[in-house]
T-cell receptor, first 122, second 110 residues
């Protein structure tokens, strides 16, 4: 089974330029996440989708970041314009999260991460 | 919690010994906890998880212990192997928000 696919793997841009990242989740996974990981730190959630609906975008810097998941499968994350501080690894993950609060004995969720896109803004 | 930035805590363990990686979490509402392993250039990989109604869960060579009283999580790796060298993150999940800890680098010495 193919894992989460992300492209590009690496991107170098100059500040103020736009950039976009693409994610193809594992087939059948209805939940998709975008994370940002700075060097030496854990991933930080940017946005979570349930199918095509963004159910948590509270940590997405909406002045320059946008995301979409139009058909509930692939997703793109865009930054426009990029700033020096946006240099990081952008990770996509998917899972088969049940809707609503899970029952205590429900199956555990497993989040599968892609390899990430390493962005360098010069 | 306080960020350690580039200076990840590092645990050096002799090959064949047991490793214990600790993590403190912050949110009392967290009811689900996960340990991830991240190798250089790769995304985090699920190792083991535990719900708050348990205090111990075992997998293959790994055990997770949860102490809700002091909000502490630990990952025990038995008979540590060179392939276990990586950065390990704990994550808590309050209200479906995954919050990752800073991470611990595990170095396995031959």
């Amino acid at each position: 089974e193919a894992g989460v696919v992300q492209s590009p793997r690496y991107k170098i841009i100059e500040k103020k330029q736009p950039v976009a990242f693409w994610c193809n989740p594992i087939s059948g996974h209805n939940t998709l996440y975008w994370y940002r990981q700075n060097l030496g730190q854990g991933p930080e959630l940017l946005i979570r989708y349930e199918n095509e609906e963004a159910v948590d975008d509270s940590q997405l810097p909406k002045d320059r970041f946008s995301a979409e998941r139009l058909k509930g499968v692939d997703s793109t994350l865009k930054i426009q314009p990029a700033e020096l501080g946006d240099s990081a690894v952008y990770l996509c993950a998917s899972s088969t999260r049940p809707k609503g609060l899970a029952e205590p004995d429900s199956p555990q969720e497993t989040q599968y991460f892609g390899p990430g896109t390493r962005l360098l803004v010069l | 919690g306080e960020s350690v930035g580039l200076h990840l805590p590092t645990l050096s363990v002799q090959e064949g010994d047991n490793s214990i990686i600790n993590c403190a979490y912050s949110n009392s509402a967290s009811d689900y906890f996960i340990w991830y392993k991240q190798e250089s250039g790769k995304g985090p990989q699920f190792i083991i998880d535990i719900r708050s109604n348990m205090d111990k869960r075992q997998g293959q060579r790994v055990t997770v212990l949860l102490n809700k009283t002091v909000k502490h999580l630990s990952l025990q790796i038995a008979a540590t192997q060179p392939g276990d060298s990586a950065v390990y993150f704990c994550a808590e999940n309050p209200y479906y928000k995954y919050i990752f800890g800073t991470g611990t680098r595990l170095k396995v010495l031959a």
